[in-house]
């Protein structure tokens, strides 16, 4: 390892990787490990410390996960979080137990307490809100411990042997509910762990070029650009390490946003690589003909750009290296790693089967998506692109409901332009997760001069989420969206209705198709 590491000790919580965010936002690199993980592998990663996530689980369940008593001989500071707390407790000699109804169960914003003696709490206020989650408790803390922390119903909210660096928390420092929780993450790593903060974004980009280079040495590598984030630091972090070897191949498929395609094409310009556009829009546009049912467009378009994108490695032939844009929350999704197969590609909707390579390069593979934006910026992607929202593979082909054609798609293309240019304007774009526009298969009545007119309705969508698993939609000041539409029926043709969509997910998806 070129950089110290935390391990988090995964017992199942439902905010693991939000504990591995913390960490690696304070400068420190951490990776999550499942709790079985055998304890020689551990210690050949050489540890600073290792955090135990919380778990859904009560110490005495028959089946609750446990830690290896190993661990606590390692000689490595312990953080036990929540479930991870009570473990650290029950292993140590201490005694947990269901809390009784109204006394030590705890669930949400807590007030609490700390000893800013002890080093977690170090330099912190010595009362604020924490965000607790818990049934059980500790009611007897573990021999060498002290309480730290308590709240008004539980006398053991934060415990700490500081001779043998063991402490233990009741409630989430990971979440934002907790008012110093990063602060608290903070002290572990560089009080108690003694963390030198070595991990960067701009020493990471050195260490993956001698990484890669390492790897291919002379071998070809092929990539599918997207266009999205992820494709393109990967494209670019492999452009700076191995130049000419690599090759990507951007299909265009006709159906992106407004210049997205020039802006990609440019963007790479900077790197002496093979970069294959394949503007394949009639293809496309064709092969989208008389279809509007959504998961047909869908289906079209994936198996679409595979054929594609095979006809082009066709004529690259054997290459060594595919290169994908996997990044770390898919890697924990999927297991941690135990899976190796090819996942199917989230922005392309699915990869080639007989592209004849040796072997799949994930240079993001551990890399959080704020750290690959972090990424893209060091090698100096623009920024449009590193800050790219979210685009679904078949692009605007599910924004236009019904039947696709070429009018609809730059009609759709030119009003959520205008949308993105106001808000961009009105410095909304922190505030939205991703929005863009619809155009609907509805026509109305409306009026324009002292004419009729009778034109599409055009909806606006815009939603606030942190996963996109649920969503809420975006409370967009009236004046923008008055901004909008007043912009939009006057400048592009065939609209002449304008709707805001106030559907949070579920019950409506993000996506109209
Ligand atoms: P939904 O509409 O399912 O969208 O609430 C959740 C997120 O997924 C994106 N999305 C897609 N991405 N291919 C993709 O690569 C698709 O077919 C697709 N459909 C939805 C959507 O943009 C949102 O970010």
Known sequence: MDHQVVIVLDFGGQYNQL????????????????????????????????IFTGGPNSVYDPNAPHADPELF??????????????LLAHHLGGRVTAAQADTARE??????????????FRGLPTESVTWMSHGDYMEQVPQGFSLVAHSDACPNVGICDEKRGFY????????????????MIRNFLYEVCKA????????????????????????????????GVDSSVAAALVAEAVGRQLTCVFVDHGLMRLNEGGEVEQAFSKWD???VRVNAEDLFLSKLSGISEPEAKRKIIGEEFIRVFEAQAKKIGQVDYLCQGTIYPDVIESGLGASATIKSHHNVGGLP????????????RMLFKDEVRQLGRELGLPEYLVMRQPFPGPGLAIRVIGEVTKEKLDTLRLADFIFRDEVAKANLEDSMSQYFAVLTNMRSVGVMGDGRTYDYTLALRSVTTSDFMTADWTRIPYDVLDRVSVRIVNEVPHINR???DITSKPPATVEWE
């Open 19 to 50: 504990i591995a965010r913390r960490v690696r936002e304070c400068g420190v690199y951490c990776e999550v490990k499942p709790y079985t993980t055998p304890i020689a592998q551990l210690r050949e990663l050489d540890p600073i410390g290792i």
């Open 73 to 86: 001989t390692l000689g490595v500071p312990i953080l036990g979080i929540c479930y991870g707390c009570q």
């Open 107 to 120: 669930y949400g914003r807590t007030e609490t307490f700390f000893d800013p003696n002890c080093k977690l």
């Open 168 to 183: 233990g928390v009741q409630f989430h420092p990971e979440v934002n509910h907790t008012q110093y929780g990063t602060g």
């Open 196 to 227: 030198k903060g070595d991990w960067t974004m701009g020493d990471y980009k050195n260490i993956a070029i001698r990484q890669i280079r390492e790897k291919v040495g002379a071998g070809k590598v092929l990539l599918a650009l997207s266009g």
């Open 273 to 275: 690589i093979n970069f």
């Open 353 to 364: 089967d007989y592209v004849d390579f040796k072997e799949i390069i994930e240079p993001l």
């Open 498 to 500: 304008i709707v805001y």
